[in-house]
């Protein structure tokens, strides 16, 4: 896809972040990258971003897609991935090699985050157009299982295409196929613990929700919203624990639901309510593979935002898998949980 070819800003993403006089206090000493910056993570990769740069567009799954990345004014770069089966990729450097030879360029020398990838190669403000200069730069890393490819706009000022170049791609890494992920943009988190698989999105400025599944029989939802204190406001922890941003087929029945109180032992700034119950499909199947379901919301009250989790299995969920889905949010926002390729 090409720059010009974008058309208008309008995705599921809904608006950039609005949340103002936020500034996440994770920070990762390594980064070269002085301005305000957070981590933007998402099917496998992660990348720091300056904190003013935002995801514009997603289109995909987590399997094959593409985020366009961009200010208020201009898109920025575009990533490409895609997780491979093992018969449809045997050769890497390959891969690499024949993705700029269709840009009718080769590889220049010591292309940026090659620590992290089984094989890399770029080429840097390549001449496309007149005025305009482009950069390339594709990786595999075997032990996520991932090909990804960033072009970066070639139209941008020197000193933003340098900011990609020289700061946002030494800083990209990977995350092993099939074991804990990361999932970041909007200067928030998700950590979700290994052999989840994403299968639902809810991406809009101060409501962001991911549904994520295991096997037929089991889903995890996570979820921000904020400002916090306006939220609780205007829906009471009930209500919004009531009210996922998906389409759900079982609901959770009264007569079966226990509802408490909840506090984290060691973390004050954390309180509301957790729930359990019985989630069944409306009558007369009601009958038909219940599950049982337990949530947490927590209201964090050093950021401002609320905190949400929902566990659905088919036996009740242990009460600290959600825990540590909540102590887990935003823990990594603004730094690294990534590896070599």
């Known amino acids: 896809m090409a720059f010009a070819d974008l058309g208008p800003r309008t995705s599921d993403l809904g608006k950039r972040n609005v949340e103002k006089g936020l500034q996440n206090t994770h920070t990762n000493p390594k980064s070269k990258i002085q301005n305000p910056q957070s981590l933007l993570a998402w099917a496998g990769w992660q990348m720091r971003i300056p904190s003013d740069w935002q995801p514009l567009k997603l289109t995909g799954t987590p399997a094959k897609g593409q985020m366009i990345v961009g200010n208020d004014e201009v898109a920025v770069f575009i990533v490409k991935w895609e997780h491979p089966t093992k018969d449809r990729l045997h050769d890497g450097q390959q891969w690499v090699s024949e993705r700029l030879t269709r840009h009718g360029v080769v590889s220049d020398a010591n292309p940026p985050a090659?620590?992290?990838?089984?094989?890399?190669?770029?080429?840097?403000?390549?001449?496309?157009e007149e005025d305009k200069e482009t950069t390339y730069w594709y990786g595999y890393a075997e032990k996520a299982a991932l090909l990804i490819g960033i072009t970066v706009n070639g139209v941008l000022p020197?000193?933003?295409r340098r900011i990609v170049v020289e700061q946002v791609l030494p800083s990209l890494v990977t995350t092993p196929a099939g074991g804990e992920s990361v999932w970041a943009m909007y200067d928030l988190s998700f950590t979700v613990p290994a052999g989840f698989q994403l299968a639902q999105r809810h991406l809009y400025s101060g409501d962001v929700a991911l549904q994520f599944v295991k096997g037929p029989r089991e889903s995890l939802?996570?979820?921000?919203?904020?400002?916090g204190e306006l939220a609780l406001g205007r829906r009471s922890w009930e209500k919004w624990l009531n009210s996922s941003p998906f389409t759900e087929h079982r609901h959770i029945r009264r007569g079966t639901m226990r509802q408490e109180i909840w506090r984290h032992q060691s973390r004050k700034e954390l309180t509301g309510m957790q729930r359990t119950g019985w989630k069944r499909v409306p009558f007369p199947l009601g009958w038909c593979s219940p599950r049982q379901a337990r949530s947490i919301g927590a209201h964090d009250s050093v950021l401002n935002r609320l905190l949400m989790v929902e566990h659905v299995t088919a036996g009740l969920p242990h009460e600290g898998a959600c825990v540590k889905a909540i102590e887990q949010m935003n823990r990594v926002a603004g730094g690294?949980?990534?590896g070599r390729g």
């Open 114 to 128: 090659k620590a992290y990838f089984t094989a890399c190669g770029w080429a840097r403000d390549v001449q496309t």
């Open 158 to 160: 020197a000193a933003d």
């Open 221 to 227: 939802l996570l979820r921000q919203v904020y400002p």
């Open 336 to 338: 690294h949980a990534g």
